[in-house]
């Protein structure tokens, strides 16, 4: 059984960074994908990032936040992180944790996610 439990949440000031962390304990399979969801109050849970857990690529981004997102992986640490830099009020949200079973050609797709984090709550303000 794979448990993830996310960390990093807080609060910060717009354009400011966090880092966010998701340790894995459990055996994942070297063919899945560690994802990043964020759910903002009144909305739909949404992607953000994938990384393919073997080798670290390909990883994938939401348009929302390519190129200020950047997602990576630690398999000494058994950890993904997700580095946030020039936050906007729009990334408030709670993010979670996600992992496959297996490889997914749709990285940004829920249901293809077996195991999920707790949740770690990011406030942006203006």
């Known amino acids: 059984q794979v448990q993830l439990v996310e960390s990093g949440g807080g609060s910060v000031q717009a354009g400011g960074s966090l880092r966010l962390s998701c340790v894995a304990s459990?055996?994942?399979?070297?063919?899945?994908?560690v994802g990043w969801f964020r759910q903002a109050a009144g909305k739909e849970r949404e992607g953000v990032a994938a990384?393919?857990?073997?080798?670290?690529?390909?990883?994938y981004y939401a348009d929302s936040v390519n190129g200020r997102f950047t997602i990576s992986k630690d398999n000494a640490k058994a950890t993904v992180y997700l580095q946030m830099n020039s936050l906007k009020p729009e990334d408030t949200a709670m993010y979670y944790c996600?992992?496959?079973?297996?490889?997914?050609?749709?990285?940004?797709?829920?249901?293809?996610?077996?195991?999920w984090g707790q949740g770690t709550h990011v406030t942006v303000s203006s």
């Open positions: 996600a992992a496959t079973n297996w490889y997914t050609s749709t990285w940004w797709a829920m249901n293809e996610y077996t195991y």
């Open positions: 459990g055996h994942i399979n070297s063919g899945a994908y």
């Open positions: 990384i393919y857990i073997s080798d670290g690529t390909p990883t």
